[in-house]
């Protein structure tokens, strides 16, 4: 690869790394003196200078970009993002507002229907709503290429996330709570400091699972009592739709 690939594409995240709140450009500065991290930025350079990558670079590190991490009240573990083009948006499960509604997300809704009897959005599937709350929305990934689910899963993306989940678990300044979802995500509760940790497992809401678990799992009225408990302020769970379809 061109070292000027690799020159400007380190620029452009150190750009977007100085505009994160505080507290993550602390993280982010440990991960970079490591040396996955080089690597992991040279292959990011590569593939989206030669490959179909999603989410747009501009998205890659958004999920830290609402709240500080001692504001992180509850995080909600994903796999990768949508490998459709234009779809994903830097939030795991979250799509554009005015972008076709994945399965997966639809699953959430409806689950947020049983729940709380929330209107099902049509159209509005962005959850940056949430995020302002203080959800922090990961994925495990943080990239693929275009039609390959896991495209990218091996390029140190598992290093990075592991190590930001361990740093949130290892904080005492309250207790979070992770909410995991799925096999791969529920791999991630060995990582998890127990003190300091509150675990909830579901399965994931993938149309090729969400009916053998998800559906009436309870999981979203199961962290607000979690966050009321520990005298946090629970979350507002509703996305506001101008239409409303339940299937």
């Known amino acids: ?13 150190e750009t977007e790394f100085s505009n ?13 003196s490591l040396s996955y991290f080089n690597s992991l930025v040279s292959h990011l350079a590569e593939s989206y200078q030669n490959e179909d ?13 609402f709240v500080n991490p001692s504001q992180v009240k509850v ?8 490998p459709t083009k234009g779809v994903a948006n830097g939030l795991a499960f979250s799509v554009s507002e005015n972008t076709k509604l994945p ?25 940056s709503c949430w995020a302002k709350q203080g959800v922090l ?10 039609g390959k689910p896991n495209g990218m899963k091996k390029i140190g993306w598992t290093i990075f996330t592991d190590h930001l989940l361990e740093k ?11 909410l995991l979802l799925g096999n791969e995500a529920m791999k991630k509760e060995s990582l998890l ?6 675990i909830i497992k579901a399965v994931h809401p993938s149309p090729l699972s969400a009916s053998r678990g998800f559906f009436h799992c309870g999981c979203f009225k199961e962290v607000n009592h979690l966050l009321k408990e520990n005298g946090l302020t629970p979350i507002n769970w509703e996305i506001e739709d101008s239409r409303i379809s339940l299937f």
């Not at 990558?53 to 970009?65: F, G, M, N, W």
């Not at 400091?193 to 509150?198: A, G, H, P, Q, R």
């Open 193 to 198: 400091n127990k003190e300091n940790s509150l």
């Open 137 to 146: 929305l990961l994925n495990t990934s943080l990239t693929t290429l275009v």
């Open 103 to 127: 399965q997966s997300l639809k699953n959430i809704y409806k689950e947020l229907f049983f729940e709380y009897g929330y209107p099902i959005p049509e159209r509005n599937g962005d959850l």
């Open 53 to 65: 990558v999603t989410p747009k670079k501009e998205d890659i590190y958004r999920a830290l970009s």
């Open 168 to 178: 949130l678990s290892d904080s005492n300044d309250h207790k979070r709570i992770y």
């Open 20 to 32: 994160f709140p505080d507290g993550w450009n602390d993280f982010l500065k440990e991960e970079k």
């Open 1 to 13: 690869m061109k070292t000027g690939c690799f020159a400007a594409f380190s620029c452009f995240m």
């Open 75 to 82: 995080v909600i573990l994903g796999q990768d993002p949508y």
